[in-house]
């Protein structure tokens, strides 16, 4: 009896363990591998290479794109669940994660998979595409963007805000169609576009639409004016805001401009852009895109497939809402830039016919108060991101090398009208005078900018001090605080014997900004490095697809100048460009930190300049003592030679450097633009 219940058990136990192992033939992976399948294939919106029945892949891929047609491209995040098995069926969640204007529209639906010799077949119901969703039904998308977040300056000064605008075009239900081309052409040239692309578009477009030819801003002295524009026929005005700064120019290259989102940046998005949203094209618009923007309000509705405007007003409970969720208002971007000293530097410019900037910053903290580049530049952002040699201003980063070899501002050193350095000789500006020449003081040399004196000094300073010298200054190195694509410069640490000698008076390789000029004399008036700040709160995201800066300089010593511009509306006004960010050309290794009696040594020799060298016509400017240094870099091959006009200024807490492109000397084309902002920001 005993042996006989053993054996039962045991053959229980066998029993047992087939049955489980009939269970697990491989229904449950092939299943879970058709529910992947099936999942993927929605992700790709395509299912016609899934295994059906019921219905043929091909009819149930074309339900599925009529059904899916009313929300555009995107396309949906779908991950399978674990299949639940009853014999030869199968039960099979289908998440979904939809990215619709920045929101997330998720939901599971269940997939019933039948199975068919060794294959597992989807039934195929409309409800897997959506809950609920019916035979003849379809999914639409409605969109609500919120306003447009402001750009704020120094005390939340509002940069950039919603400002009146009119929306200038053709209405074609008040032309009649034969003469809808002539009043196109009329338009367009009344508003100064392309006449004969206009009429493309006016033919093109729908029977009764609305065809915009520009976007003017809506002030009184605008033009062309209302009568003039009701003049064409057809032609209408349309009241309208838009994100705009003060004027057409006011920080421009830097604050940037903003559109209609185009087809490119509505399919890079990931579904955070939608068609007809407003995104920003270049600049601080395109960079904190996602930050100002916000999140569109999202609806997803299903209606039936032929419900129309018409049909839905007499019956609004003809369509259900599947998903509806609020806009979500961007976050204004803040900065340090001070709106009256902006649109100072900004009138300083204003006659400036080459390519020009105005940067001033605050040293005790590193706050960009002003940031202008002038028209010469087509709309370039030279401030930050132009690269230009910067002449004698350099001889500041000489200066604080010699001092840390143990000179004073009371070392000899020769100062002779040429010095030939492997027989390439080199001389000083045009103008200096005699009286300056011979064995004078380091302090005069630099007053006065004695090239000889500084590139005689060559074989007490390597190159690779200087390096160290100029990052000490804050040129070169890296912004962690700017919060904005900048050039800092660049000052390669190794050169040929005449390569090292044009280094001495700011040429060769070396390049500068006039943010860098800037950030260097914002040191020496702080006593420490100033690290540079622009934008206060900037949050990093994925934009719209958009550049965020001006278009990239040429990194030559030669010339910077060249820019290339693309068109823009009269609203925002000027020339909009975009490129990738420029590479601040960090060195390898900074330099030992300025120290307050380096510093103070810088301060003196900046303040000799004025009392005593040739930048005596700031000795006037009202308030605390200026301290200046000129620069004139000669670059191109023309003769004479071209040259580049620099000078940098500190007034009490207030660093300044100026730049003009193919500007003469620094001291009289610079250095009266420096004087008038001074005069100015003081007053």
Request: aromatic letters at 4%.
């Amino acid at each position: 009896m005993g042996k006989f219940r053993v054996v039962s058990l045991v053959l229980a136990a066998a029993l047992m363990g087939a049955a489980l192992t009939s269970c697990d033939d491989g229904r449950q992976a092939a299943a879970k591998q058709a529910g992947s399948q099936l999942a993927s294939a929605f992700a790709a919106r395509d299912v016609s290479g899934v295994p059906m029945q019921g219905k043929e892949p091909v009819a149930a891929q074309q339900q599925l794109e009529t059904a899916l047609k009313g929300i555009g491209e995107v396309k949906p995040a779908v991950t399978a669940g674990e299949p639940k098995l009853d014999g030869d069926k199968a039960d099979v969640a289908l998440n979904f994660d939809w990215k619709l204007g920045g929101q997330d529209w998720t939901y599971t639906t269940t997939a019933q998979l039948i199975r068919s010799g060794d294959r597992w077949l989807t039934q195929w119901k409309p409800d897997l595409l959506a809950p609920q969703l019916a035979e003849t039904e379809v999914l639409t998308l409605a969109t609500q963007a919120p306003p447009r977040a402001d750009i704020l300056g120094a005390g939340d000064a509002k940069l950039v805000t919603a400002r009146p605008v009119v929306r200038v075009g053709i209405d074609k239900t008040k032309v009649a169609a034969d003469q809808q081309a002539d009043s196109a052409a009329k338009l367009a040239d009344l508003v100064k576009t392309d006449p004969g692309e206009y009429a493309k578009q006016v033919a093109g477009a729908a029977e009764k639409a609305f065809v915009e030819a520009i976007t003017l801003r809506d002030e009184a002295s605008r033009t062309p004016t209302d009568e003039q524009i009701a003049a064409v026929p057809g032609a209408i005005t349309v009241k309208d805001t838009m994100p705009l700064a003060p004027t057409r120019t006011f920080a421009r290259p830097v604050l940037g401009a903003v559109g209609a989102a185009t087809a490119e940046q509505v399919k890079n998005s990931g579904g955070a852009v939608q068609d007809g949203d407003t995104t920003g094209s270049s600049g601080l618009q395109a960079q904190y895109d996602s930050q100002l923007r916000g999140l569109d309000g999202v609806t997803v509705y299903a209606q039936p497939a032929d419900l129309t405007a018409e049909k839905l007003k007499a019956n609004p409970a003809a369509r259900r809402t599947l998903f509806d969720k609020a806009p979500v208002p961007g976050t204004p971007l803040k900065t340090t830039i001070d709106p009256k000293l902006q649109q100072i530097a900004e009138d300083e410019l204003a006659g400036v016919a080459p390519a020009s900037a105005i940067v001033a910053l605050r040293p005790s903290d590193g706050a960009l108060l002003a940031v202008a580049s002038g028209p010469g530049g087509n709309g370039y952002n030279t401030a930050m991101l132009g690269q230009y040699a910067p002449g004698s201003i350099f001889k500041t980063v000489d200066s604080l090398a010699l001092l840390r070899q143990g000179g004073t501002v009371d070392t000899r050193v020769d100062c002779t009208s040429t010095l030939v350095v492997d027989g390439k000789t080199f001389q000083n500006a045009t103008g200096y005078p005699e009286s300056s020449l011979g064995n004078i003081t380091l302090r005069d040399a630099y007053a006065h900018s004695c090239n000889t004196a500084f590139i005689s000094l060559r074989d007490k300073l390597s190159q690779a001090q200087l390096e160290s010298a100029a990052t000490s200054l804050g040129v070169a190195v890296d912004a962690p605080r700017l919060g904005v694509p900048a050039f800092l410069g660049s000052v390669p640490g190794d050169a040929g014997s005449t390569e090292h000698a044009a280094s001495m008076i700011g040429q060769g390789k070396i390049l500068f900004s006039p943010l860098a000029a800037a950030i260097m004399a914002g040191s020496v008036a702080k006593g420490s490095l100033v690290s540079a700040q622009l934008v206060l709160n900037g949050q990093t995201g994925t934009t719209a697809g958009a550049s965020p800066s001006g278009t990239a300089s040429p990194a030559a010593s030669a010339s910077a100048g060249s820019t290339t511009a693309g068109a823009a509306s009269s609203a925002t006004g000027g020339a909009a460009s975009s490129a990738p960010a420029a590479s601040a050309s960090p060195t390898a290794q900074a330099g030992p930190p300025l120290n307050a009696a380096e510093a103070a040594t810088l301060q003196d020799m900046m303040r000799a300049v004025v009392t005593s060298g040739h930048a005596g016509f700031l000795a006037d400017v009202p308030g605390a003592p200026v301290g200046a240094k000129t620069g004139t870099a000669e670059f191109g091959s023309d003769t004479p030679l071209k040259t580049h006009a620099w000078i940098i200024g500190t007034h009490g807490d207030l660093a300044v450097a100026v730049f003009v492109d193919e500007g003469g000397l620094g001291a009289t084309v610079s250095g009266p633009l420096l004087k008038n902002f001074l005069v100015k920001a003081a007053g």
